[in-house]
């Protein structure tokens, strides 16, 4: 690299990706960083000459290709290095966002990917959006779902896919909702919309997926079936454990009732024959 004339080598030590939080001006502190730079003191009217290295395997190879030891002695010099600190400048977002933006800004598409249409009842289903672009991908906040009133829906998983080598950030954030379908019937799901701020545009755009429709079939294993010689079992309710435990305690308790009613009568029996006069 060309500096004030003069052409320099240049090595990039640290590459970094800053994803601003909100609006305002922000200052970058100085880096700062230590160099070991090796220098060759030559003496007056001596002519310049590879100096003899301390490395014994560089010692061997220079002595095979007839190499000298040089007339100047090497010399090392720590440097402190320090660049100038930088100012950034972050400009707030448009006032008009949508209801539906959360901070996402880049260049994006998405799709999405119902795994099943036809289930049964009590199966659960999957569906996958996969928002894909350049921009500030690990904040982008899954879009929301909205599923009919009969089905459950569950924690989703998010898979990010991001190449932190290129500059803005690339890559894939995949959030898969998994759900519980409820009765049989069939049921629609509303498109689900995600809206981000293009810069290069200057423009809020919302992206939005196809409507999916799914078929819920009756489940066999779900429905009570009727016992052999019935038509309505809900019309004669099957004995439970519950009933055969209180029939028994209400025979027992009976049972003892009785005996201490007998002997409630002998014990005042004994008593009259005892009281009567001889």
Same mark, same amino acid.
């Given at each position: 690299e ?21 609006a ?18 030559m ?25 000298t ?16 600190? $930088? ?28 795994k099943?249409r ?58 898969a ?11 629609t799901?509303?498109p ?11 423009a809020?755009? +919302? ?5 999916f429709?799914?078929h ?5 294993a ?6 052999p ?8 309710p ?15 308790? +009976? $049972? ?23």
């Amino acid at each position: 690299e060309e500096v004030n004339g003069r052409e320099y080598n240049v090595q990039i030590i640290r590459k970094v990706q800053l994803l601003p939080l909100q609006a305002g001006n922000y200052t970058v502190d100085p880096l700062e960083m230590e160099s070991r730079i090796d220098f060759v003191r030559m003496p007056e009217n001596h002519s310049y000459r590879r100096p003899r290295s301390s490395n014994p395997m560089q010692q061997l190879i220079d002595e095979f290709f007839g190499r000298t030891e040089a007339e100047g002695t090497l010399e090392t010099h720590s440097v402190n290095l320090k660049s100038q600190p $930088v100012v950034i400048k972050v400009l707030p977002l448009p006032a008009n966002k949508p209801a539906n933006f959360f901070g996402a800004v880049g260049k994006f598409s998405m799709s999405a990917d119902l795994k099943k249409r036809d289930l049964k009842e009590g199966d659960v289903a999957e569906l996958d959006i996969t928002i894909e672009g350049k921009g500030n991908i690990p904040m982008i906040t899954a879009p929301r779902i909205n599923l009919p009133g009969n089905m459950e829906a569950f924690e989703p998983a998010v898979r990010d896919k991001v190449n932190n080598s290129v500059y803005p950030l690339s890559g894939s954030k995949t959030v898969a909702y998994t759900f519980l379908v409820g009765k049989e019937g069939d049921y629609t799901l509303s498109p689900v919309s995600f809206s981000y701020f293009d810069p290069a545009a200057k423009a809020y755009k +919302t992206l939005q997926s196809d409507t999916f429709f799914i078929h819920v079939a009756a489940n066999s294993a779900l429905t009570p079936q009727p016992a052999p010689g019935q038509d309505n079992p809900a019309a004669t309710p099957a004995p439970s454990k519950w009933t055969d435990i209180i029939g028994i305690e209400m025979i027992i308790g +009976t $049972v003892i009732i009785l005996i201490l009613l007998g002997v409630i009568v002998y014990l005042l029996k004994k008593n009259q024959v005892k009281a009567a006069p001889v």
